[in-house]
T-cell receptor
């Protein structure tokens, strides 16, 4: 069966510090991968998605970036965090041939 | 432009009764719809989906109805249980776009 991992679960970072959140998927190959953010009391905002290694599509202009160095690894990064980057970050995957998307456990980021 | 809308931010239902959560969409290209359940500080859990070629899909206590002409879908939970208390998100995708557009969520509270 497929599983998706995210770490860390919680992160507290000062403004201006860098960020690296990692997501890995097991039990499938060539998945579509996604990063979402849920701000407090808000819906799910799609940040990035990737349909293959090195292929990244950005949905919202911001100071975040994403990379996919391996087939089942998706990384969310920032060089300098802003207060507004605080939120709950979710990684998700979907099969290239199926249509259901599955989410990881999420990372709560607090920027102070 | 909010392509997927959940106009009720919250809903309270008595245990054992029916919960009806609604979702409207504007993009006629959407052909696959999903419902997710989310607890605080956790990733969304997939509940049920429906393709645009169907108007109803049932899985246990959960039934999703799709009205394409009205661009409306609903999730029925019968009977409602206290453990169903969570935020419910609807999502939609269009074939070939790889993206899922989420509504803002409805917080369901099932009263014992």
């Amino acid at each position: 069966s497929q599983t998706i991992h995210q770490w860390p679960a919680t992160l507290v970072q000062p403004v201006g510090s860098p960020l690296s959140l990692e997501c890995t998927v097991e039990g499938t190959s060539n998945p579509n991968l996604y990063w979402y953010r849920q701000a407090a009391g808000r819906g799910l905002q799609l940040l990035f998605y990737s349909v293959g290694i090195g292929q990244i599509s950005s949905e919202v202009p911001q100071n975040l970036s994403a990379s996919r160095p391996q087939d089942r690894q998706f990384i969310l990064s920032s060089k300098k965090l802003l207060l507004s980057d605080s939120g709950f970050y979710l990684c998700a995957w979907a099969s290239q041939v199926a249509e259901t998307q599955y989410f990881g456990p999420g990372t709560r980021l607090l920027v102070l | 432009d909010q392509q997927v809308k959940q106009n009720s931010p919250s809903l309270s239902v008595q245990e054992g009764r029916i919960s009806i959560l609604n979702c409207d969409y504007t993009n006629s290209m959407f052909d696959y719809f999903l419902w997710y359940k989310k607890y605080p500080a956790e990733g969304p859990t997939f509940l049920i989906s429906i393709s645009s070629i169907k108007d109803k899909n049932e899985d246990g206590r959960f039934t999703v109805f799709l009205n394409k002409s009205a661009k409306h879908l609903s999730l029925h939970i019968v009977p409602s249980q206290p453990g169903d208390s969570a935020v419910y998100f609807c999502a939609a995708s269009a074939e070939g776009t790889y993206k899922y557009i989420f509504g803002t969520g409805t917080r369901l509270k099932v009263l014992a």
